[in-house]
T-cell receptor
Framework: AQSVTQPDIHITVSEGASLELRCNYS??????LFWYVQSPGQGLQLLLK??????LVQGIKGFEAEFKRSQSSFNLRKPSVHWSDAAEYFC????????????FGTGTRLQVFP | NAGVTQTPKFQVLKTGQSMTLQCAQD?????MYWYRQDPGMGLRLIYY???????DKGEVPNGYNVSRLNKREFSLRLESAAPSQTSVYFC???????????????FGPGTRLTVL
């Protein structure tokens, strides 16, 4: 079955430290990949997305993600975390063009200590 | 430009009561969606509307109905609420009327619903 896995439920980092949030998907073909962020009490906001081309994708707020086909992964990274990055992060995958299903991972909650 | 708005923000219902969640977008988007978010389960699609006048079931449609009132508004109705419908409900919209799964979706702030 098609699925998206975010192995880390909760991550804590110090402000200024680097960050990597993991996302893995199960499927053979190249999917369409998204990262969304949800601040407390808010809806989701798109950080970045990947459809094709350069496997390193730049997004908003200084985030980037790298698609690795061999590992079926699309990990989100940021070199230096700010306290305002504390939020929940969702990886989402569409497994084909023009499908009616965007599958979300279960989310990773990021806590930032000063 | 308010984006996607949802009302109400919070609601408590008793089992068997009905209610309608309202959603509106002012971005002239074609597609609109309703999701529910439950702890440890991510977001799951309830219904979507690829264009005005059309609606389709998503992953978890049972117990819900929707109406695409016009291009701006997409409502979600619970006819007889059950405790299993306690959740946070998000409305979203996207520009494309086709292949919506690859288009950026813009989310509202959510409605937190509790069914006792």
């Amino acid at each position: 079955a098609q699925s998206v896995t975010q192995p880390d439920i909760h991550i804590t980092v110090s402000e200024g430290a680097s960050l990597e949030l993991r996302c893995n998907y199960s499927y053979g073909a190249t999917p369409y990949l998204f990262w969304y962020v949800q601040s407390p009490g808010q809806g989701l906001q798109l950080l970045l997305k990947y459809f094709s081309g350069d496997t390193l994708v730049q997004g908003i707020k200084g985030f980037e993600a790298e698609f690795k086909r061999s590992q079926s992964s699309f990990n989100l990274r940021k070199p230096s975390v700010h306290w305002s990055d504390a939020a929940e992060y969702f990886c989402a995958v569409a497994f084909s063009y023009n499908t009616d299903k965007l599958i979300f991972g279960t989310g990773t909650r990021l806590q930032v200590f000063p | 430009n308010a984006g996607v708005t949802q009302t109400p923000k919070f609601q408590v219902l008793k089992t068997g009561q009905s209610m309608t969640l309202q959603c509106a977008q002012d971005m002239n988007h074609n597609s609109m969606y309703w999701y529910r978010q439950d702890p440890g389960m991510g977001l799951r699609l309830i219904y979507y509307s690829a264009s005005e006048g059309t609606t389709d079931k998503g992953e978890v449609p049972n117990g819900y109905n929707v109406s695409r009132l016009n291009k701006r508004e997409f409502s979600l109705r619970l006819e007889s609420a059950a405790p299993s419908q306690t959740s946070v409900y998000f409305c979203a919209s996207s520009e494309a009327g086709q292949s919506f799964s690859t288009d950026t979706q813009y989310f509202g702030p959510g409605t937190r619903l509790t069914v006792l």
